[in-house]
């Protein structure tokens, strides 16, 4: 990595050609509009590292909502704008999605509020940024397009591979920085500068994090786990004495490490069986988390943060632990595939993904994987309607029969549809 001063060419070769147009164009009406403008953020750092980041973060130095309706009349976009931060997304025909904001500066009336925003020059936008990676800019107007804004030494952070806020009240006026580094450090395997190292610490002896909303750390702790190793990020929170800040009973312990191992393990199946299902990774690390924290853990949990309906629904199929459902299915004599589901019925891909890290024997993993790539689909051939055909007065019998028909196809005792037909009979002499 060189420091750049110019990154026209880095522009032009990563970014779409639609996106590079899009800034371009967006650049040639700042100009006309004599309008200082920027692409800031996490973009820039990713260019530089050479990684694919298309959520395009642009400054302008005077009216941010103003500059976003006018590039959004002039692309056919539609613009939905925060007055309260002087922010805007525009979104265009296509779906593309551009973030526009007004430089500004924050300031805290006290650590943890949210700050008051006022207009500013993008040198003071940047210095309210967490860390020197993420406050780069890249300036987008005519003759200066290209050129790197790099006040705080962002450039030399990235190649020395180091986490580094840009004063040492950072961590005080947001906590959650301390979590965004750590988030950091795990994604690009980079460290903490020594400095800043220290001001985390010192933070956590501040114990700030109490004070944080649920939703904020919610917030980060969602985004630590749906990194692609969030293993090594909840072990660095460990040693950072952070995990306390979670559950006061959580710590790092060797059945976490190994139950953590066994989720990602588990991830990777699942991923590379379903490559086009979507999955929140994030919730099968925090049923992880509640695995190993007493009995009350989940309950404390839902308390602290909040989760939405279907994770706290997620999260509570496995309240008095995954204990109770492991036994269940490792009964002997082995259940029958009709049994197998009757327990697991309803539960959400996460929830059976999380059960099959927690399951110490082969045999139960493999019926939560059967149930999860096979019976669960498994549905017989005939359906209501084959049984109005056959005679049978609509009402609250289709329920039972259909459930016993189905329970006899999963476990293999009808095959045909005759065979079908004659359980059905047989049933209903019964
Ligand atoms: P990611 O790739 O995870 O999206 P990002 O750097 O784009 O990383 P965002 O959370 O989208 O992260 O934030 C966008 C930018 O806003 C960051 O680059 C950073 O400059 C700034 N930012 C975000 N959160 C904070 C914060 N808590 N304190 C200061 N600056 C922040």
Known sequence: LVHHRDLKRQLQEKLPPRLFTLIQEAGQLADRLDLPLYV?????????????????????????????????????????????????????????????????????????????????????????????INALAVRLNGRGFGEVLDFYGGQRDLKNQAIRVLHSLSFVEDPTRVFRAVRFETRFGFHLGKDTLALAKAAVKMALFQKLSGHRLLEELKALCSEREPKSGLKRLAELDLLRFIHPKLSWTPRLEKLLFAVEETLDWYRLLYLDRKLEAWLVYMMAIAAVLPDRGVTDLLKRFPFSEREATTL????????????????????????????????????????????????????????????????????????QSMGIKPGPIYGTVLTQLRDAHLDGLVKTEAEERAFIEKLLRR
């Open 40 to 132: 800031v953020g996490g973009c820039v750092r990713d260019l530089l590292l050479g990684i694919e980041n298309l959520d395009l973060d642009l400054v302008v130095e005077g009216d941010g909502i103003a500059f976003a309706r006018k590039l959004a009349a002039e692309q056919l976009g539609r613009v939905k704008a925060h007055d309260r931060f002087g922010t805007a997304v525009i979104v265009l025909p296509d779906g593309l999605k551009l973030d526009v904001a007004t430089a500004r500066t924050e300031y805290y009336e006290y650590p943890t509020a949210l700050p008051t925003v006022e207009q500013s020059s993008i040198k003071k936008d940047l210095y309210r940024r967490d860390f020197t």
């Open 316 to 387: 509570k199929a496995l309240r008095g632990g995954a204990h109770r459902l492991l036994r269940q299915l490792s009964k002997q004599p082995p259940l029958k595939p009709s049994g197998v589901c009757r327990i697991l019925e309803g539960a959400q891909d996460e929830a059976l993904v999380a059960i099959m890290a927690q399951s110490p024997s082969d045999r139960v993993k493999r019926l939560v994987s059967a149930y999860l790539t096979a019976w669960r689909q498994a549905v017989p051939r005939l359906t209501g309607k084959d049984l």
